[in-house]
Nanobody, 123 residues
Framework: HVQLVESGGASVQAGGSLRLSCSASGKAYGRNCIGWFRQAPGKEREGIATIHTVSETTQYADSVKGRFTISTDSAENTVYLQMNNLKSEDTGMYYC?????????????????WGQGTQVTVS
């Protein structure tokens, strides 16, 4: 069983920054892909960034490229999402997810384990 706990969500003004954290526990197997997804009210959940924890290969949605950075601290079993130059359209519930594979796509169906989410509000 894999447990994921997100933290770092807050209310910020446009142009500000936040760093989200995702702490993972449980078996290492099945979680070499970690992804951040977000869901705005009335919208579908979208993948915004993923990282392969071994190769550290990353994927980003076009909407966040150049503004968001995903990184991993293997010693702490934590994945971070640094979010800069935040915009109102970045508002939503941010979820951390874990999955397995050689490639970590921005697709929710590729991730089997999910955290409870942390709210980000940009005004």
């Amino acid at each position: 069983h894999v447990q994921l706990v997100e933290s770092g969500g807050a209310s910020v003004q446009a142009g500000g920054s936040l760093r989200l954290s995702c702490s993972a526990s449980g078996k290492a197997y099945g979680r070499n892909c970690i992804g951040w997804f977000r869901q705005a009210p009335g919208k579908e959940r979208e993948g915004i960034a993923t990282i392969h924890t071994v190769s550290e290969t990353t994927q980003y949605a076009d909407s966040v490229k150049g503004r968001f950075t995903i990184s991993t601290d293997s010693a702490e079993n934590t994945v971070y999402l640094q979010m800069n130059n935040l915009k109102s359209e970045d508002t939503g519930m941010y979820y951390c997810a874990a999955g397995a594979g050689y490639y970590c796509p921005l697709s929710a169906t590729s991730f089997a384990f999910w955290g409870q989410g942390t709210q980000v509000t940009v005004s």
